[in-house]
């Protein structure tokens, strides 16, 4: 019966769930952001809390969000909510369900929001306006945002926000969330000084709510009382779209776009990585200048540099993936892209709407897992959960880089545009691709029947990425990636060092081969032998199992020890001694299709609610993955 | 609004189960049923799918299916078969001719 005592556990992040802590809501003051979707919800977020934002959990669900502290003016603590984007209060999907609990006050640990910030796009008023009556008859303190005002301008249309501001009974700020025009209306909100209605405000009659065809009536007589003038159609969008859209230039600009993507990340990314291995071998040297000659160099240099550092070098390629795909997100062309996958998906049971986050999964598949939540059906949103890991994530990125770069040579194949490199990349992306399409078909011809589902999706018209949107993406990023070097992989790496030299004897390390690192490579050296990888690659898979990237930190580690007397030896020629090139490729399907990630494992756990889910996924990965690049070495050493 | 009607084009849909899947790109007609279930309606109403809106085939994706649709000011993709499931009023099919005057909208 009593609150105090539920108990909901905390995500991994322990820092996370503290901003919403009950004990703490007397003194803070928090704030939801709501709207619909593609009003520029998260655009005005990230604008007022910067680099102040965190994901946080709503107590006693498993749905993480971003909550940020607003850039404060007074002396009070503000922190904004970032809520998924509804069109009503009748959820159809989870994360629809979780606004609308949050505005209602239903999650008795968080009680009621202090206060809305509504959010609508000003170029679309009328439909917008639709979800102003339900969210203002909460009576909550409202500010009642109009969004896109310089595109609203620029196309000839035009609003009397203090008109609105009387038809509705609260304040209306008109900004552009974009140039950061306005913003500071918003913010003298969050801080208390115009949170009540205007002085002239009337008694509002809200509409029916259950009457829809009312309500919409109701927006737009409201939209007429405040001179609303709508805009001129987006000539844009329109001519962007016969071109994007085009039964024949459509997909040939679709796969332009990708493969242009992975070229970028194969030469554009070259100066930024030298610059970064460079940087590491440099303060290498000083830290082993520091260092006196002996065991604890060795430690530091051989194992834990050189596992850490060779991760690290990675960095520039995979944060350029995640600019693309941010570019894609935010300009309205993933949209589009589901639109046009949308008939492909359909052959496997599955919608378009899924194919946004299979495409995220390309950056991460523990994103992307989030992202299903907004497919309605949930034996859909099941399904994109199972196949998204096999979709290309950037952790397979570091191994595929290095393969590649050691066994295959760099060959023009189409003149500048596509070499051998970015084709064999684009091959590895594929496969993952058709594994997962391959999947879902199975799973909707056994356990996962259904009927066709329904495909809805609004087309957003194009919008210039946001420079600070895209920014702060890629730091968040950056973030996780460097936490991860930091910890996992520093950690593996100084306990594959040690491991790598006992057990001592009269007085001297191991030989790396008898060491218990080799003996525990020797060890499954049996199982992967068919494979055709040798102990090495065998501790660089065990140590995987956490995070693929991990495999390139051991493999640094182990290469690091044996060569270390020598001058370096690059980690791609001492692969090519190891590896014969049948095997090199039976590695690349390896890991195209096993589940090596717990972040992946955890948060499936989490989405599903069980471990079911989860365990069937990893044996099925696992066993895929195995038989797959079994087949290879055999098909390639015939 | 930058779009203005023609007179009725010469084959006024005469069955009463004309849809929204019988429109050719740039034609546009005036919705009047929902026959879907009830949450599906909600979902489309709260898109701008309401009896009595006018509608604009605006295009389609390559390949002819899902097709998008121009209402209340957006732009939804629907599959064909969701599509022929919103009926609309009988010889209310009008082909658009795009002008570039743009004027506001009703």
């Known amino acids: 019966m009593s609150a105090g005592d539920s108990c909901h556990d905390l995500a991994a992040d322990p820092s996370s769930a503290a901003k919403l802590d009950p004990a703490v809501r007397s003194t803070r003051h928090y704030v939801a952001l709501v709207g619909p979707p593609n009003a520029g919800k998260t655009t005005l977020f990230n604008r007022l809390t910067g680099l102040r934002q965190k994901v946080a959990n709503f107590p006693g669900v498993t749905v993480e969000y971003h909550v940020g502290k607003v850039r404060a003016t007074s002396g009070r603590e503000v922190f904004l909510i970032d809520l998924p984007g509804i069109y009503s209060l009748h959820p159809r999907s989870e994360d629809e369900e979780v606004t609308r609990d949050v505005l209602t006050g239903a999650k008795p640990d968080l009680g009621l929001p202090d206060a809305v910030v509504l959010i609508l796009d000003a170029t679309n008023l009328h439909r917008h306006l639709l979800l102003a009556a339900p969210i203002l008859s909460l009576g909550l303190p409202t500010l009642v945002v109009l969004n896109m005002a310089d595109d609203l301008a620029a196309r000839g249309g035009s609003v009397d926000p203090a008109a609105l501001a009387a038809q509705l009974g609260s304040p209306v700020a008109l900004i552009s969330a974009a140039s950061g025009e306005g913003v500071d209306k918003v913010l003298q909100f969050l801080n208390g000084s115009s949170a009540r209605p205007p002085a002239t405000a009337k008694r509002v009659e809200f509409p029916i709510l259950q009457d829809l065809p009312g309500c919409r009536r109701w927006a737009g007589q409201v939209g007429q009382q405040s001179g609303y003038n709508a805009p001129a159609p987006p000539l844009w969008t329109r001519r962007l779209d016969s071109l994007f859209l085009h039964p024949f230039i459509g997909p040939l600009t679709f796969l332009a776009v990708v493969v242009a993507v992975f070229q970028t990340i194969f030469s554009g990314a070259k100066p930024l990585m030298d610059g970064v291995e460079t940087a590491i071998a440099t303060s290498g040297n000083w830290i082993g200048a520091a260092i006196p000659d002996g065991v604890l160099r060795g430690f530091v240099i051989d194992g834990i540099w050189a596992g850490v550092g060779s991760v690290l070098i990675f960095l520039p390629q995979i944060l350029l993936l995640f600019l693309f795909i941010g570019i894609l997100e935010d300009s309205g062309y993933l949209a589009r892209a589901a639109l046009i996958a949308d008939r492909t998906m359909a052959l496997v049971g599955l919608q378009g709407k899924a194919f946004i986050p299979l495409l995220s999964a390309y950056a991460c598949a523990v994103p992307a897992i989030m992202a299903t939540r907004s497919i309605e059906n949930k034996r859909d949103r099941l399904a994109t959960i199972l196949i998204a890991p096999f979709m290309t994530c950037s952790a397979r990125l570091p191994i595929y880089l290095l393969v590649i770069a050691a066994f295959v040579p760099d060959q023009p194949l189409l003149g500048p545009l596509l070499g051998t490199q970015t084709a064999a990349m684009l091959g590895l992306y594929v496969l993952g691709f058709v594994a997962a399409i391959a999947t879902a078909q199975l799973l909707r011809s056994t356990v996962l029947r259904r009927q066709q589902s329904v495909f809805v999706l609004e087309l957003p018209p194009y919008r210039m990425p946001n420079i600070r949107s895209l920014f702060l993406r890629l730091y968040d990023r950056a973030v996780v990636f460097l936490k991860r070097a930091g910890t996992v992989i520093l950690l593996v790496s100084a306990c594959l060092w040690v491991l790598a030299h006992l057990p001592y004897e009269n007085g001297q390390p191991a030989k790396l081969e008898q060491s218990y690192a080799g003996q525990i490579g020797h060890l499954v050296e049996p199982a992967i032998r068919p494979l055709g990888f040798n102990w090495k690659i065998g501790v660089g898979l065990i140590t995987s199992l956490a995070a693929r990237e991990v495999i390139i930190g051991t493999l640094g580690t182990i290469y690091g020890i044996e060569n270390a007397d020598k001058d370096s030896v690059s980690l791609q020629q001492a692969l090519r001694q190891d590896l014969s090139p049948a095997a090199a490729a039976s590695l690349l399907v390896f890991f195209a299709f096993a589940m090596q990630c717990f972040s992946t494992v955890a948060v499936v756990r989490r989405e599903t609610g069980s471990w079911f889910w989860p365990s069937v996924q990893f044996i099925y990965m696992t066993v895929f993955a195995y038989l797959s690049a079994w087949g290879t070495y055999l098909f390639l050493n015939r | ?106």
């Open chain 2, 1 to 106: 609004m930058q779009l203005t009607f023609n007179k009725p084009t010469g084959t006024p849909a005469t069955d009463s189960g004309s849809s929204l899947v019988d429109l050719r790109c740039g034609q546009t007609a005036v919705l009047e049923l929902l026959e879907v279930p009830e949450d599906l309606g909600r979902r489309l109403m709260e898109l701008g799918f309401f009896p009595g809106s006018d509608v604009v085939a605006a295009g389609c994706a390559p390949g002819g299916d899902p097709r998008v649709y121009r209402v209340d000011g957006s732009e939804i993709a629907l599959r064909k078969e969701t599509a022929s499931l919103l009926k609309i009023q009988a010889g209310s099919i009008r082909t658009l001719v795009t002008t570039k005057s743009p004027s506001s909208h009703s």
